[in-house]
């Protein structure tokens, strides 16, 4: 990696397939350090814009750079520095994980010597170190995302390109995949994300693009003093072990608020300043409050409201 690099900057990208228009003028930034989402209903063009960025599709019109590169002019460049991971995709069946990533290697031109140490630290990377010697034929699914992963990473790339990456995965790997992902961006790489699983994503990226219709609709910053939580009023959840208590207090204080319901009563909050204030007061006015928490993830709520009627 080199510290010039400036990650992913596309303007005004246009994709049509025929009269299909697939990404109509996506703007987007995917800085590095960072991870960035990039989400959006089914065919609002992610996939699309993806493979122009990864040097695999060459857009009709816009400004693409990848790691300070232009994929339509320096498609080596491109691809030399950025590691792409599809939604799907094949292995060969005969091969060994291993033989998989020494072959990828091969073809990024990563010197012999330096792929024994890179494959066996990629193996441990994605929990596959027992499957190195074993066809890709024996993985499951999930384990063929884990192998499509290490594969992405086998050239050191700066620039990570996965899209779909927690499909197939169960709870484990995901929460694993998050680390490595978060891991992955704090040395240096510029991450891009593309998924549906937002509440998983919530959790593991800085900003998210929304896309809708192959345009961009919102750039969000999730982490830091600009992040979205903190602006927008969104629903909580507050439960208590006496209902009666906590809405008569909510009452008392003008808190609006819905119902009691399995999962406890809805109030509609500022952002965190205002959520451990409420906390705060509850407690002190005597509610036996067991937990307060947002009722859905800061991205999702953002999604929905955004996409809603682009479907
Ligand atoms: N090769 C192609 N030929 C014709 N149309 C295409 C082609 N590739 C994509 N499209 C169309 O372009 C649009 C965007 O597709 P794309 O796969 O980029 O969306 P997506 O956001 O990745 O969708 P999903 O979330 O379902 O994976 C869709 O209407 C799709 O049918």
Known sequence: MTPADTGIVAHGVRRTFGDVVAVDS???????????????????????????????????????????????????????????????????????????????????????????????????????V????????????????????????????????????????????????????????AQGRAVLVSSHVLAELDEMVDRAVVVAQGRTVAVETLTGPEAVADRRPRPWLVRSLDDARLLETLDRRRVPHGTPERDGVQVELAGDHDAAELLATLVRDGVPVVSLHPAAGVLEQVYLELTEDRR
């Open 130 to 185: 027992e499957f190195a010697d074993r066809p890709t034929t024996v993985l499951s699914r999930g384990q063929k995302q884990r192998l499509g992963l290490a594969r992405a990473l086998v050239h050191d790339p700066s620039v990570l390109l996965l899209d779909e990456p927690a499909s197939g995965l169960d709870p484990r790997s995901r929460i694993e995949l998050r680390s490595i992902v978060r891991a992955l961006a």
């Open 26 to 128: 996506i703007d987007l930034e995917a800085p590095p350090g960072q991870v960035t989402a990039l989400v959006g209903p089914n065919g609002s063009g992610k996939t699309t814009l993806l493979l122009t960025l990864a040097a695999l599709l060459v857009p009709d019109s816009g400004t693409v750079s990848v790691a300070g590169f232009d994929p339509t002019v320096d498609p080596r460049a491109v691809r030399a520095r950025t590691g792409w991971m599809p939604d799907v995709f094949g292995t060969w069946d005969a091969l060994t994980c291993a033989e998989v990533l020494h072959t990828v290697s091969d073809a990024y031109r990563v010197p012999r010597p330096e792929q024994v140490e890179r494959v066996r630290d990629l193996l441990e990377l994605v929990h596959l």
